[in-house]
């Protein structure tokens, strides 16, 4: 019974594929990127580097996400936010 759910599952997605396309991202004049399907502009920053850092802490009966954008040639607050999320008592915080 699984295998046969299996198949016909794989089945209909092969029958539904020529029905949804996906653009490429095309390249603009002066750098960047567009997607006309979207019409979603990704610009070309110079510089403007960055590296995202998401920690996920277990509170007990809550999760905690905390997300931050640092400049990926700055190690130092990287490591800041390392000492600070790691040194946090996250056990002792109560939700409201």
Same mark, same amino acid.
């Given at each position: 019974m699984n295998t046969l759910f299996r198949l016909i599952a794989g089945l209909a997605c092969l029958a539904f594929a020529h029905a949804t396309p996906a653009d490429t991202l095309h390249a603009m004049q002066g750098g960047g990127f567009y997607h006309h399907q979207s019409g979603w502009v990704f610009p070309f920053k110079e510089?403007?580097? $960055? /590296?995202? !850092? @998401?920690?996920?802490? #277990? %509170?007990?009966? *809550? !999760?905690?996400? !905390? /997300?931050?954008?640092? &400049? %990926? $040639? #700055?190690?130092? !607050? %990287? $490591?800041?936010? +390392?000492?600070? @999320? /790691?040194? +946090? /008592? *996250? #056990?002792?915080?109560? &939700?409201?």
């Open positions: 510089g403007k580097s $960055t /590296r995202t !850092i @998401v920690y996920f802490v #277990d %509170a007990g009966s *809550w !999760i905690i996400r !905390i /997300r931050s954008s640092v &400049p %990926a $040639t #700055d190690k130092q !607050i %990287a $490591t800041a936010l +390392e000492k600070l @999320v /790691r040194g +946090e /008592r *996250w #056990d002792s915080l109560q &939700p409201s």
